[in-house]
């Protein structure tokens, strides 16, 4: 008789990337990089402008075709699916510049990606979104565009967890924003993650990041360059310095 | 003028209006969307014409016709866009243009083939054919107001469906940001295949409701597109409320272009200049504003 095995280790990575390339056009900017997140885990993707986190995460979410490697989602073969298909099976993204759809108002840039997540679960409702964001709450009928800044981010992952998501990808999630307002994206980024949602969190600032993140990989120019638990780079400050530091 | 001869060719021109509104929403919607321009727009005008021509003479009733035509056009704009249209969306606008241009070509080619060069017309309706009596003289016909009406309500469901649905929430979405549709897990191409199809079928659903008023004969659609395009330039590029208020605008100066007789510093302007009237139209509104009433300012 076998041992039963723990069910987060039972069941496969959330995303698996292996030996990822990406060209665009002449240039290769991603070498064989490889990636992964389990449920429940918070991983900072890092490095210096350029370096290629954009790229892998657009890789890994079929908005970018690898011109080698694999990308498995929750064990399926995903490499060169559709991102619609990627998103449905529980990966939401919330991209650098935060994509909200300005001709369409608080309440619509919400309601039209309400969707039951993977297995069905309906976690996140319009309700719960507002109770979470009571600043969109007062501005339901604005169109996206007359948002401030930290609003329109707030909006912007507002709607990604309408999508009921098991995993959530936020690209610069504070790029831009005013102390305060970034302070308050990273608390609601600490309850998203209590909530039992995987984030991967994309950003140069390790400061932000070392107190949430459980993992922490850097690339350079397209490769992995750390790798490791977010207590190891703290205690690590010429890592830092040599891979983050401006 | 006579006040009843004014309600008439208001009452035309309203008509005319929202005929035109009907077959340049799609192409305007087609390019706001997907950013395609489709100068074949107007020969789904004339496929419908000839369906309702063609199928009224088989089945012996315009409403049979009508009932089996509009799925058929669906059916066309679904399949036209799968085998053609969908490998435009990356492509810039020559070869859009060049494709299109050839879709007009092979149209008109099938169509000849398919129902002769001849002129062809269709009987109105008996249940819709009769005139109301505004004076002794003068009436008018109840197909006309007929057109105005189904011309409305389907103004009204697109409203509905583009403003107020799911649906239309997402064709908004994708007309500014595509990528970040489908990161929400919704399928950008079927939506894009749906909003083709629903172009080619308003096309189509009015050249066959306006076969019976005005005869069915090749080169139609080539016509109606080049006024189409005006209206959507006008009215604004991609701008469905544009297309709108610009159609009505054209059927007024079209309509009252034709009938009355200018005169300035004594001079009768010739007729030749009341079928420029809608081009002038055009010069001097985009001279005051170059993107059209309705569109977007583009730096």
Redesign the interface.
């Known amino acids: 008789m076998t041992e039963p095995v723990a069910p987060s280790l039972a069941q496969p990575p959330l995303i698996e990337a292996a030996g990822i390339h990406t060209h665009y056009g002449a240039s290769h900017v991603l070498h064989g990089i490889d990636f992964s997140i389990r449920a429940g885990e918070t991983v900072a993707l890092m490095g210096r402008n350029g370096m290629g986190k954009s790229t892998l995460i657009r890789s890994m ?1 079929g ?1 970018v075709r690898p011109s080698a490697g694999r990308v498995m989602v929750k064990g399926h073969d995903m490499t060169r699916a ?3 298909l990627i ?2 099976a529980g990966v ?2 919330v ?1 650098e510049g935060r ?1 909200i ?4 108002t608080v309440r ?2 919400l ?3 309400a ?1 039951a997540g993977a297995s069905g679960q309906r976690d996140w409702t319009f309700d719960r979104v507002m109770a979470s964001f009571p600043r969109l709450a007062e501005r339901l009928s604005h169109g996206g565009g007359q948002l401030s800044g930290g609003e329109q981010q707030m909006l912007t992952i507002g ?2 967890l309408m ?1 009921n998501p098991d995993l959530l990808i936020l690209d610069e999630a504070t790029e831009g924003l005013a102390p305060l307002i970034s302070r308050e994206i990273w608390r609601i980024v600490g309850t998203i993650r209590q909530s039992g949602i995987a984030t991967v969190l994309v950003d140069k600032n390790f400061a932000a990041l070392s107190t949430i993140a459980d993992r922490v990989q850097i690339l350079v120019k397209g490769q992995t360059v750390f790798a490791a638990s977010a207590a190891q780079l703290r205690a690590q400050p010429e890592v830092r310095e040599a891979y983050l530091g401006v | 003028m006579e006040l009843a001869t004014f309600l008439i060719q208001l009452l035309n021109s309203v008509q005319y209006g929202l005929l035109l509104f009907l077959i340049s929403s799609g192409l305007t919607l087609v390019f706001g969307i997907m950013g395609i321009i489709n100068v074949a727009h107007g020969s789904f005008y004339m496929i419908g014409a000839y369906l309702a021509w063609s199928l009224t003479q088989t089945l012996g009733n315009f409403w049979a016709a009508l009932a089996l035509a509009v799925p058929i056009a669906v059916i066309i704009g679904l399949v036209l866009e799968w085998l053609v249209v969908r490998f435009l969306y990356t492509r810039d606008l020559l070869y859009q243009v060049l494709l299109t241009y050839g879709l007009i070509l092979m149209f008109e080619e099938l169509r000849s083939i398919l129902w002769g060069d001849d002129v062809r017309g269709v009987n109105i309706p008996a249940a819709l054919d009769a005139s109301i009596r505004l004076t002794d003289t003068l009436s008018y016909p109840v197909y006309r107001l007929a057109i105005s009406g189904v011309c409305l309500v389907v103004a009204g469901l697109m409203y509905w469906l583009i403003q107020k649905t ?1 649906v239309g ?2 064709i ?2 994708g ?3 595509r ?2 549709v ?8 079927l939506i894009y295949r749906l909003v083709f199809a629903l172009g080619v079928t308003l096309a189509a659903l009015a050249g066959m409701i306006a076969a019976p008023v005005s005869s069915v004969f090749p080169g139609m659609g080539n016509q109606i597109l080049i006024v189409c395009f005006v209206v959507v330039v006008i009215g604004g590029m991609g701008s469905v409320k544009g297309a709108l208020v610009a159609s009505l605008l054209i059927g007024l100066v079209d309509t009252f272009g034709k009938v009355l007789h200018v005169q300035i510093g004594g001079v009768h302007l010739l007729p030749e200049l009341a079928s420029m009237s809608v081009y002038l139209l055009m010069a001097a509104i985009l001279l005051w504003r170059p993107e059209g009433l309705f569109g977007k300012h583009t730096g």
């Open positions: 979410l908005l559709a991102p619609h998103a449905r939401a993204y991209p994509g759809f300005p001709n369409l619509e840039n309601i039209m990606a969707r709607r990604a999508t | 799911r929430m997402t908004r979405a007309s500014v940001n990528e970040m489908q990161s929400l897990g919704i399928d950008v191409k």
